[in-house]
């Protein structure tokens, strides 16, 4: 009774254990849950594998749980509310690596390696892992083909025998073309006979190139021999028959504006059907332009000229400016119009002055000449000449019984005059200043006798009026005395 007593103890207590360590080991074999398998083609095949959790959750869902003694939060992962033990074991517990999954050929041996936490497996979840390494052989990854890109090239010429163009078309959009660059070496300058290189390169790799399109590049490179160039139609831009024309059917040139600050245009109105309505012509310089400058003009072909065959001869010539409005630098340049008006302004103004002077009157007045000033910088705000018409004036004074006889010098100032091409001129005749004397200026001398407006010599009048702007003006004479 007293044994029978004892054994029933001993058995209680490895109950008693038992339930403190779990219920039991169970074991876990891993290589049945994982698949590999190869596909692609044959040196550029990928590796695919998958574990089957879900087969997995269905043989040890009610299999694996963490003990009773053990808590999920010394664990490193300790998953959701949702997750079983069984999850939680296989996270902890078991990881795996692969020692190749890309640019597979068959007969490649590929290893994978369990990387299991044997010990923490059977401490918590009472787990024995199966981690016995698996090898796959590779098999069945279909044979790579070969692509030819020059079958679906076409290489053209276009231009003229020592002018042409060469490019590289693609007759058939195969999705190759996608990732394919195409360069053709030289491309211009061609003539017939020449070679030349078209080179094909991607920015794939070959294995990478072949796991997208199946195939890989059979050639790289060609040499095509140019041909079917044109023979070149030489045109004369300059030809005399229809360059610088004054009118009509035609290139011209005109010029706007005044010398110095002209500005030339080129305007070509050859009828369209002659191929030189096309060219293209530019001049330089363009502007700031006065009588006798140098301007060169260059022709041009334009759009699809040179394709079509045509080449220019001469491309540059020069043109003398000429027959341009200007603005008037000398005194010779005064027309006969423009010095016409000017003295009958000058006769009206000392007429009108001593009309009505009882005391004064002029015994004559005769035209000396012209200053005429041009600026040696030309800049914005400032005349473009001055015109100094210098006059004398002989005034009989009589003041009481006393009487005299003086001369003054005097001027008329007029600015901007202008020298047209036509070989007429225009001076704005009523916008002029003249000598003040008096409340509004010193211009002016006097005797015993009274106050006369002008100058008493011609030098004073010139050093005065005309030699103080030499600094910055360039003057032209044709005054005498």
């Known amino acids: 009774?007293?044994?029978?007593?004892?054994?029933?103890?001993?058995?209680?207590?490895?109950?008693?254990?038992?339930?403190?360590?779990?219920?039991?080991?169970?074991?876990?074999?891993?290589?049945?849950?994982?698949?590999?398998?190869?596909?692609?083609?044959?040196?550029?095949?990928?590796?695919?594998?998958?574990?089957?959790?879900?087969?997995?959750?269905?043989?040890?869902?009610?299999?694996?749980?963490?003990?009773?003694?053990?808590?999920?939060?010394?664990?490193?992962?300790?998953?959701?509310?949702?997750?079983?033990?069984?999850?939680?074991?296989?996270?902890?517990?078991?990881?795996?690596?692969?020692?190749?999954?890309?640019?597979?050929?068959?007969?490649?041996?590929?290893?994978?390696?369990?990387?299991?936490?044997?010990?923490?497996?059977?401490?918590?979840?009472?787990?024995?892992?199966?981690?016995?390494?698996?090898?796959?052989?590779?098999?069945?990854?279909?044979?790579?083909?070969?692509?030819?890109?020059?079958?679906?090239?076409?290489?053209?010429?276009?231009?003229?025998?020592?002018?042409?163009?060469?490019?590289?078309?693609?007759?058939n959009k195969r999705s190759e073309f996608s990732v394919l660059n195409i360069n053709v070496d030289?491309?211009?300058?061609?003539?017939?006979?020449?070679?030349?290189?078209?080179?094909?390169?991607?920015?794939?790799?070959?294995?990478?190139?072949?796991?997208?399109?199946?195939?890989?590049?059979?050639?790289?490179?060609?040499?095509?021999?140019?041909?079917?160039?044109?023979?070149?139609?030489?045109?004369?831009?300059f030809e005399?028959?229809?360059?610088?024309?004054?009118?009509?059917?035609?290139?011209?040139?005109?010029?706007?504006?005044?010398?110095?600050?002209?500005?030339?245009?080129?305007?070509?109105?050859?009828?369209?059907?002659?191929?030189?309505?096309?060219?293209?012509?530019?001049?330089?310089?363009?502007?700031?332009?006065k009588q006798g400058d140098t301007v060169e003009i260059t022709a041009s072909l334009t759009g699809s000229m040179v394709e079509e065959g045509y080449t220019l001869g001469n491309t540059t010539t020069t043109v003398t400016v000429e027959n341009v409005d200007q603005y008037i630098t000398s005194a010779a340049q005064i027309t006969a119009n423009m010095d016409a008006q000017i003295r009958s302004q000058i006769d009206d103004i000392v007429e009108a002055k001593y009309a009505a002077d009882a005391d004064a009157e002029s015994t004559g007045h005769a035209m000396l000449g012209y200053y005429v000033l041009t600026p040696k910088q030309h800049s914005y705000g400032v005349a473009e000449n001055q015109v100094w018409a210098i006059y004398k004036v002989n005034i009989h004074h009589v003041n009481g019984d006393a009487s005299e006889d003086v001369t003054a010098y005097r001027y008329l100032k007029f600015t901007n005059a202008v020298l047209y091409a036509d070989g007429t001129g225009y001076i704005d005749i009523m916008n002029y200043t003249q000598p003040e004397y008096g409340w509004w200026g010193n211009e002016g001398f006097s005797t015993e006798l009274g106050d006369y407006l002008g100058y008493t010599s011609l030098d004073i009048l010139y050093n005065q009026c005309i030699a103080c702007q030499k600094a910055e003006w360039t003057i032209d004479s044709s005054v005498q005395e």
């Open 186 to 237: 030289p491309y211009y300058g061609l003539s017939n006979g020449d070679q030349v290189t078209v080179r094909v390169s991607t920015y794939y790799s070959d294995a990478d190139f072949a796991r997208t399109y199946g195939s890989v590049l059979a050639y790289k490179e060609k040499t095509f021999t140019v041909s079917g160039l044109k023979e070149p139609v030489e045109l004369n831009a």
């Open 1 to 171: 009774m007293k044994s029978a007593k004892h054994l029933l103890m001993v058995v209680m207590f490895t109950f008693a254990v038992l339930g403190l360590m779990g219920c039991g080991t169970t074991k876990v074999s891993l290589n049945k849950y994982m698949k590999l398998e190869a596909s692609g083609y044959d040196s550029a095949g990928i590796l695919t594998y998958n574990f089957d959790y879900t087969s997995y959750k269905a043989d040890y869902e009610k299999k694996i749980s963490l003990k009773k003694n053990k808590k999920k939060e010394n664990l490193v992962i300790r998953g959701t509310a949702g997750d079983s033990d069984a999850e939680l074991m296989l996270w902890n517990c078991v990881d795996y690596r692969i020692d190749k999954t890309m640019d597979l050929k068959n007969g490649d041996k590929i290893t994978l390696t369990w990387d299991c936490d044997e010990e923490t497996a059977k401490e918590y979840f009472g787990c024995a892992l199966e981690c016995k390494p698996i090898t796959y052989t590779v098999s069945g990854l279909e044979e790579i083909g070969k692509f030819n890109p020059f079958d679906y090239l076409e290489v053209a010429f276009s231009g003229v025998d020592g002018n042409g163009t060469a490019y590289a078309d693609v007759a």
């Open 240 to 289: 005399d028959a229809i360059f610088n024309v004054p009118s009509g059917a035609g290139v011209t040139i005109s010029y706007s504006g005044f010398a110095p600050d002209a500005e030339v245009s080129i305007t070509n109105n050859i009828p369209a059907e002659d191929p030189r309505s096309r060219i293209q012509y530019s001049a330089n310089p363009s502007k700031g332009l």
